[in-house]
C-alpha cells in the first residue's frame, strides 16, 4: 500500500469522488507532490503536545488494561483444572483452590472491564479519524469480541454461583466456556492489532475505502503469529505470577496442599507456554521480516542492508551514526532467523525513508528486555519440568528462582506490546495513516490523561487490597482436613 491513501481519503470532497482519479492500493503511482497538495493543513498543524497526550492517554490505558485482559485469558483455565483435579483425586486442596481462583478471576473480569470500556470510548474519543477510515473495514472482530466478552462474562456467573446448583459435568463445562471465550477476547483483539501491522482486505477507490472483504482483513497476512504469540504471552505471564505467589507460601510452610496444588498447576501451564514461546518467537521473526521488514529492522538494529546479516544481543541503537554501538553480535545469526538462510539479505533502515522509521532504540531497548525476561522464564521453566517429570520435590532455590521470576512474564508482555507498537510509527496503519493524521482535533488531552492515570492507580490499588484478603485467608495444611493432600510434591 501507498502512503497517499490516507491523504487522499482526507482530502475527498464530502460529496463524491476527487477530480484526481483513484488512489487504489499501489496501483497509481505514488506521487510526493500531488500527495503534500492533498494534505489536510489541520492534520498538519496539530500541536506535538496534544498528539503525545493522546498517544500517553492511550498508552496508560492499555499498559493497564493489558494486565487484566492476560489474567482473563489464563486464570479461568487454570480455575478449571483445580476443579477437574478435585473431581479426580477428591483433594479438598483442590477444590479450595478453584473457588478462590474463581473469586479472583471474577475481581479482576470485573476491573478488565471498566478499563476496556474506558479504552473503546478512547478508541473514538482521541482516535476519530482512524475509526472513521478502519471501522468499516475491521468492525467485524471488534463485535465478536464483544460476543466473546458477554458469553465469558455470562457463564462466569454461572460458574461462581453453580457450585451445588448444577451439575458437576455442566458446572466444569461452564469453566471451559469462560476459559474458551477469555481466549476467544484476545483473538479477535490481536485480530484488528494484527491488520493495523498489514492492513488487507480492502481498496482506495476515489479517496475512499472501497470494495472491502471483511474475511481478508480479518485475517490479513502473518495474523497466526501474532495471535499464538499473545495467547502464550498470556498464559507465561499469568501462569509465573501466581506461581510467584504461591513460591512465596511455601518458602514459609513447605507442606500446604493448598499452595503446593497451586503452583503445579500455575507453574506447570506457564512452564509449557514459555518453552513454546520461542518457537513461536521464530515464526514471528519470518513473518515481520516479510510483511514488516522496517520493524525487524528496528528490533534488530539493523542500519545497512547486508547479507548474512548478525544478530545483535544487546547494544544500544545510533541513528545520527547509523550503527548498534556495544552490542555482543552472531555472525549470520539474523539472516538464519528471518529466513533460515545464513546468506540472506536483510533490509536495513537505510533502505526506507527516513521519516518512516520508528523510534529505533526504543523499539531495540524493548525487544532485547521481552527476549532477555522470556529466556529467564524458560530456563525456570525447563527446571521446573526436569523435577515434575521426575516426581522429585522441588528445591528451595527453585522455589526461590520462581519468586524472583514471577513479574517477569508482565513485564515481557508490556515490552512486547511496546515492540509491536513502537514498531509500526510513525502509523496507526502501517503505510495508510499516520499517527499524526489520526489523533482529534481537540485539545488539552494532558488534563484527562492526569485524571485517568489517577484513576487507574486507585484501580489498581483497590484491585491489591482485595486479592491480598484472598491470598492472606489461604488455609493452612491442618484446616483442609485429612482429605486435603494434593497428589506429589513441589
Known amino acids: ?21 483513484a488512489c487504489a492500493c499501489g496501483r497509481a503511482p505514488h506521487d510526493p507532490e500531488r500527495d503534500a497538495q492533498r494534505r489536510a493543513p489541520a492534520v498538519d498543524e496539530e ?28 486464570m479461568p483455565l487454570f480455575m478449571v483444572l483445580a476443579e477437574w483435579r478435585w473431581r479426580r483425586t477428591g483433594s479438598a486442596a483442590y477444590l479450595e483452590l478453584a473457588k478462590r481462583w474463581a473469586k479472583g478471576t471474577a475481581i479482576l473480569f470485573a476491573v478488565g472491564a471498566v478499563s476496556g470500556t474506558v479504552i473503546s470510548f478512547e478508541l473514538g474519543l482521541l482516535w476519530p479519524r482512524f475509526m472513521e477510515f478502519a ?38 463445562a461452564s469453566g471451559v466456556v469462560v476459559a474458551a471465550s477469555g481466549a476467544a477476547s484476545a483473538f479477535f483483539v490481536t485480530l484488528a492489532n494484527a491488520w493495523m501491522n498489514v492492513p488487507a482486505g480492502f481498496e482506495v477507490l476515489r479517496g475512499a475505502p472501497s470494495d472491502v472483504r471483511p474475511f481478508v482483513a480479518m485475517f490479513p497476512p502473518g495474523w497466526a503469529h501474532e495471535v499464538v504469540h499473545v495467547l502464550l504471552s498470556c498464559y507465561v505471564a499469568t501462569g509465573f505470577a501466581v506461581a510467584g505467589i504461591h513460591a512465596f507460601y511455601l518458602l514459609r510452610e513447605r507442606e500446604n496442599p493448598f499452595h503446593q496444588g497451586a503452583l503445579r498447576i500455575a507453574l ?11 518457537l513461536s518467537g521464530d515464526f514471528s521473526a519470518r513473518q515481520v521480516a516479510t510483511t514488516q521488514p522496517v520493524k525487524l529492522a528496528a528490533l534488530e538494529g539493523q542500519f545497512r542492508t547486508e547479507r548474512g546479516a548478525p544478530l545483535r544481543v544487546g547494544g544500544l541503537p545510533d541513528e545520527e551514526a547509523r550503527e548498534t554501538r556495544f552490542a555482543l553480535e552472531i555472525p549470520y545469526g539474523l539472516s538464519i532467523l528471518a529466513f533460515h538462510d545464513p546468506q540472506a539479505e536483510v533490509l536495513g533502515l537505510e533502505a526506507f525513508p527516513r521519516e518512516n522509521w520508528p523510534n529505533v532504540r526504543n523499539v531495540h531497548l524493548a525487544f532485547q528486555v521481552m527476549v532477555a525476561l522470556g529466556s529467564a522464564m524458560a530456563l525456570v521453566a525447563l527446571a521446573f519440568l526436569y523435577y515434575r517429570l521426575r516426581r522429585r520435590a522441588l528445591p528451595r532455590r527453585l522455589l ?50 492526569i485524571a ?6 486507585f484501580l489498581a ?12 485467608r489461604s488455609p493452612p495444611a491442618s ?12
Open 135 to 172: 471501522g468499516p473495514i475491521i468492525g467485524m472482530p471488534f463485535s465478536l469480541e464483544g460476543f466473546a466478552f458477554f458469553t465469558e462474562a455470562i457463564f462466569l456467573g454461572i460458574y461462581l454461583y453453580g457450585w451445588g446448583r448444577v451439575g458437576p459435568g455442566l458446572h466444569l
Open 400 to 449: 526461590q528462582a520462581v519468586l524472583v521470576t514471577s513479574p517477569f512474564g508482565f513485564l515481557a508482555l508490556e515490552a512486547g506490546w511496546l515492540v509491536t507498537e513502537w514498531g509500526r510509527q510513525p502509523f496507526t496503519i502501517r503505510d495508510v495513516m499516520r499517527t499524526a493524521d489520526a489523533v482529534t482535533p481537540v485539545g488539552n488531552i494532558a488534563v484527562p490523561f
Open 461 to 472: 490499588a483497590m484491585v491489591i487490597v482485595l486479592l491480598r484478603r484472598q491470598i492472606a
Open 1 to 21: 500500500m501507498k502512503g497517499c491513501e490516507w491523504h487522499a481519503y482526507r482530502a475527498r470532497p464530502r460529496g463524491g469522488a476527487t477530480d484526481e482519479g
Open 47 to 74: 500541536p506535538v503536545t496534544d498528539l503525545l497526550a493522546a498517544r500517553w492517554l492511550f498508552g496508560t490505558s492499555l499498559a493497564f488494561h493489558i494486565v487484566f485482559a492476560a489474567v482473563g485469558v489464563a
Open 268 to 278: 506447570g501451564v506457564g512452564a509449557v507456554a514459555a518453552l513454546l514461546q520461542p
Open 452 to 457: 485517568f492515570t489517577i484513576l487507574y492507580l
Open 479 to 490: 484446616a483442609l482436613g485429612p482429605g486435603a493432600a494434593a497428589e506429589g510434591t513441589a
